[in-house]
């Protein structure tokens, strides 16, 4: 057989000859590698399964959420258990308070309560050894009262002065002392009942600039200032002198006295009308920077005045 039959009776079997030339394995003409298998990179979707969607937010679309429970918020007005009201007001733990539950040192409106889960409502009377609880912190707000407000925290005298001091705080805070209706100046807020006993008894020095319907007589003025009785009852007051640069029917008068129903008292005993009553300083606050019909919170700096008068 000769080479040219050999070279065609490898063609025909598809394989090369002897003397067939290798191909080249030059750039392009080398075999595809076999793509390896792509690495397991984690957790891999369920073909089964659907595919997430998220929206803009990031919220996830499609999932099935459990249903969320719906919270019943408590209602202040059905009362808050007693431990509880004991904590807030800072005298011990809610623990401790269980303790001197049980030991009949807690009574509620006068009478001891030694049950575990005894509920009270806010306006409860509760006493620690005698002592009255406050769940609140203590509060104390100056308001300069403008005309046409009533000193109460009563609905039924229309305009009162707590609807000047509404967005003030959220504690159950009442006016101390008092000023008439027409009566303009400073009056003072406040939660704490220990306070308000204390200065109830002691009185707070408040000045007043007062207008008489006319001139008050020097004599007059004298006996003020001296002190005298009426209906059996004994009148004094702090200081009382004209105004500067006034007329002589302007008075300031200086008295330690809660209500201003007093300075009507004393003029009208002597033939005197108020005309204008403006209560200029309260212990140791005064105006400065408090316009008419604004409130603020006293600092502590005031506060620690108030424990020296």
Wanted: charged share 30%; with cysteine.
């Amino acid at each position: 057989m000769s080479a040219q039959d050999n070279y065609d009776s490898g063609r025909g079997s598809n394989k090369p000859g002897k003397n067939a030339r290798k191909k080249s394995m030059a750039r392009g003409n080398a075999p595809l590698k076999s793509e390896s298998p792509k690495k397991n990179t984690g957790r891999q979707q369920d073909p089964a399964k659907p595919k997430l969607k998220f929206d803009k937010t990031g919220k996830e679309i499609g999932r099935r959420e459990k249903p969320v429970k719906e919270v019943k918020k408590s209602n202040p007005e059905d009362g808050i258990r007693l431990n509880k009201y004991i904590g807030n007001s800072g005298v011990c733990s809610r623990r401790e308070a269980d303790t001197f539950i049980a030991t009949g040192l807690v009574t509620v409106n006068g009478k001891v309560v030694n049950e575990m889960g005894y509920k009270v409502k806010m306006t409860d009377d509760v006493r620690f050894d005698g002592r009255r609880l406050n769940p609140e912190p203590n509060t104390y707000i100056l308001l300069n009262k403008p005309k046409g407000f009533a000193t109460t925290d009563s609905n039924a005298k229309g305009m009162t002065v707590m609807d000047l001091v509404a967005n003030a705080t959220t504690a159950k805070i009442k006016p101390f002392g008092r000023l008439g209706r027409n009566a303009t100046g400073l009056l003072l807020f406040t939660n704490d009942d220990e306070f308000v006993q204390k200065f109830t008894k002691k009185g707070i020095p408040r000045l007043f600039h007062i207008e008489l319907d006319k001139n008050l007589k020097s004599e007059h003025l004298k006996k003020i200032k001296d002190g005298f009785t009426i209906e059996g009852k004994e009148i004094s007051v702090e200081q009382i002198s004209y105004v500067d640069n006034s007329p002589k029917s302007e008075i300031g008068l200086k008295i330690k006295h809660t209500g201003n129903s007093i300075i009507r008292t004393i003029f009208e005993h002597l033939g005197y009308d108020v005309v204008r009553v403006d209560c200029v300083t309260l212990g140791p606050l005064t105006k400065k920077d408090l316009p008419r019909g604004r409130w603020r919170t006293l600092t502590d700096k005031e506060l620690n005045m108030f424990s020296m008068l």
